[in-house]
Each structure stands twice: as structure tokens, then as C-alpha cells.
């Protein structure tokens, strides 16, 4: 399963893998930590070694964006770099995710990514709540 346009493509990774593992990591850390300023003991857990992983990365392997899917069917940890936003990554590496969730698919969208999911089907469900100090939705993808 990949998703190709030449200039950065969508492949399934292994956590379990060492290089991928780096790669998936190097993102999340970028965006999430620095970025967002996610406390790094926040962003590590458990759900990684049973998730399935999906990474962006340009023609000649340099990673861009990742997101994850858990058993549950919640899409999470979507990020890209901010240098490669902008150009349909998001947007494909969620609808990679949809079409290999399990379940029907939901996630915690941060507030200000709402529209962004609402574009892919994803309705709000519930109230918002703080996730990691940032704010967040339930939504679900409509049938």
C-alpha cells in the first residue's frame, strides 16, 4: 500500500522497525513537541506498538508527515512538517487511514484542525475537552 505523486509518497511503516521507528519519531517530535509543545512524556505511549503507522516521505526517503491508527479505529498523531504542509499530504495520509481503519474511524481533532477534518466527512461529537493542554473534538466520520 502506497500512496505516490513523485515528489513524496505514503507507505505503511513498522514501529518495531529501528529506521522507521526514527522517521515516525523525528516527525511527531518536530511537530508535536517543539512545535505544539506537547509535554514529551505525553506523546510516547503504549498505543505505538500496536498501532498501524503510516509515513509521508519525499522521493528520496526524507520524512515528512506520519499518522497512526489504533485497534479502536481512532486516527491520531497526524502531523507534517511544516515545510511540506500545504500540498495534499494531510489530506492523503487521511484518507490512507480511513480506508485501513478496522473500525469506523474517529479521532480527537484539535480545535483549530476541525474544518481540515470536516473537509474528509469527519462530523463533532460531544463537547471540546483539553488534550495534552490543547483543545479537542471527538469527531466521526459520517456514514
Keep these: 500500500m ?5 515528489r513524496w509518497r505514503i507507505r505503511r511503516a513498522a514501529w518495531d522497525d529501528p529506521t522507521d521507528r526514527e522517521r515516525l519519531r523525528l516527525i511527531r517530535r518536530e511537530v508535536f513537541i517543539v512545535e ?24 528520496d526517503g526524507g ?17 507534517v512538517r511544516r515545510a511540506w504542509r500545504e500540498q495534499g499530504i494531510g489530506s492523503a495520509l487521511l484518507t490512507t487511514a480511513i480506508d485501513l481503519c ?6 480527537h481533532a ?7 477534518y470536516a473537509t474528509a466527512g469527519f462530523s463533532p461529537v460531544g463537547e471540546a475537552f483539553l488534550e495534552a493542554g490543547i483543545l ?3 469527531m466521526r466520520l459520517s456514514v
Excluded: K
Design 102 to 107: 478496522p473500525r469506523p474511524p474517529f479521532l
Design 36 to 59: 505544539q509543545q506537547v509535554p514529551e512524556a505525553l506523546e510516547w505511549d503504549e498505543d505505538d506498538a500496536s498501532a498501524i503507522h503510516l509515513l509521508a516521505e519525499t522521493s
Design 136 to 138: 479537542h473534538r471527538v
Design 63 to 79: 520524512p515528512v508527515g506520519t499518522a497512526r491508527i489504533l485497534p479502536s479505529g481512532q486516527i491520531g498523531r497526524m502531523a
Design 2 to 6: 502506497t500512496a505516490d505523486t513523485g
Design 110 to 116: 484539535q480545535v483549530q484542525a476541525m474544518a481540515f
